[in-house]
């Protein structure tokens, strides 16, 4: 079989979003999968994913390290030394794929492709062009489609995961997750409406846990509250084991976040909480039972703002702690009677 170099360098959520593209070379293909550090926790769960390449893109990354030309130079070199036969770089919208073009140029690629608005010149042979309102996974199938791979029959194109463990620490599901945090900021729900919420599902007798990374430890604590009612797992879970307690749940409440990507891929309902700074036609949650809540019209939509300047968030102003629990509540009420 070829060997074919996927590029997706973002968040975890981002590489769960090309999932499907992915099995689609890998249907002909050996694939390695580049991805960023915050990505390579996702990328490792992946099917059709033969190996993981792990490197920071310094134009991509939210908190990138200085650009170094050893550390460039030796990036080049390892994929050099890989030999590939091409290379696919997945993208979102509001990135450019040519800074990696060029450096698998440097590294003899000898075919590359991508989604690529800016003129590419030489960096590319495959240049595909798509219209903006195109949801992610959708985005990634056109270019997996346009370097002439596709879905398998019997694949629908949902988002998967393999690799998770069978059982998680807690031992128990039909929980609620409560996720408040996100890599951006102005893409998630206020603490102190995450909070509230979890007051309010645990007086009505739901048991809830509350998610988070290692940095996000002393929200995570604040969520669940002083009394420690709600489980706290901020920081003690791999990304495999936060999938397991995902799939777990009966319903996971988040913002616009890597969870509800995860939760699509274990086929958990979602209460999505997406404020509008990117548009959620491209990024809602793929193919699983969801509720979209925020103003979508809102007259800064589209802002694409890490930190909302707005006192309040205003976007997210009417979505309160009792239209999310009252949406959580169906959840549960619907999976009880299935």
């Not at 249907?27 to 059709?48: D, H, I, M, N």
């Not at 596709?150 to 690799?163: E, V």
């Not at 007259?299 to 997210?316: D, K, N, T």
């Not at 009417?318 to 009252?326: E, K, L, N, Q, R």
């Amino acid at each position: 079989m070829k060997r074919v170099l996927a590029v997706r360098q973002d968040n975890n959520g981002d590489v769960l979003l090309t999932g499907p593209a992915l099995r689609a070379i890998a249907t002909e293909a050996r694939v390695s999968l580049l991805c960023s550090p915050r990505g390579a926790g996702a990328a490792r769960l992946l099917p059709g994913v033969s190996d993981v390449m792990v490197w920071e893109a310094a134009w991509i990354d939210a908190d990138p390290k200085p650009v170094s030309a050893d550390d460039v130079g030796a990036f080049v070199a390892d994929v050099r030394s890989r030999s590939f036969d091409e290379a696919v770089i997945f993208t979102s919208f509001h990135q450019s794929p040519l800074p990696t073009a060029l450096l698998l140029r440097m590294a003899t690629v000898p075919r590359v492709g991508a989604i690529s608005i800016d003129y590419p010149g030489s960096l590319l042979d495959v240049r595909h062009l798509v219209h903006d309102d195109m949801h992610e996974v959708e985005r990634a199938l056109s270019l997996a489609k346009a370097m002439r791979y596709a879905l398998p029959p019997g694949d629908d194109g949902r988002l998967a995961i393999s690799d998770v463990p069978a059982e998680t620490k807690l031992g128990a599901s039909g929980y609620v997750v409560v996720h408040p945090g996100a890599t951006v900021p102005a893409r998630a729900w206020s603490p102190e409406r995450n909070a509230e919420l979890v007051r309010r599902l645990l007086s009505e007798g739901h048991d809830v846990v509350v998610t988070g990374s290692a940095c996000e430890r002393s929200l995570t604590s604040y969520v669940a509250g002083q009394n420690c009612r709600a489980v706290d797992l901020g920081g003690e879970t791999t990304f495999a084991e936060f999938a397991a307690i995902v799939r777990d749940a009966s319903v996971v409440v988040t913002g616009n976040t890597s969870a509800a990507h995860v939760a699509a891929a274990t086929q958990t309902p979602v209460v999505s909480i997406f404020p509008p700074t990117i548009p959620a036609l491209r990024f809602r949650p793929w193919m699983v039972e969801h509720v979209l809540l925020g103003d979508q019209e809102a007259p800064c939509a589209g802002c694409r703002a890490r930190v909302c300047p707005i006192e309040g968030q205003p976007c997210l102003s009417g979505v309160t702690a009792d239209i999310v629990a009252s949406v959580v509540r169906r959840y549960i009420r619907d999976k009880e009677v299935a």
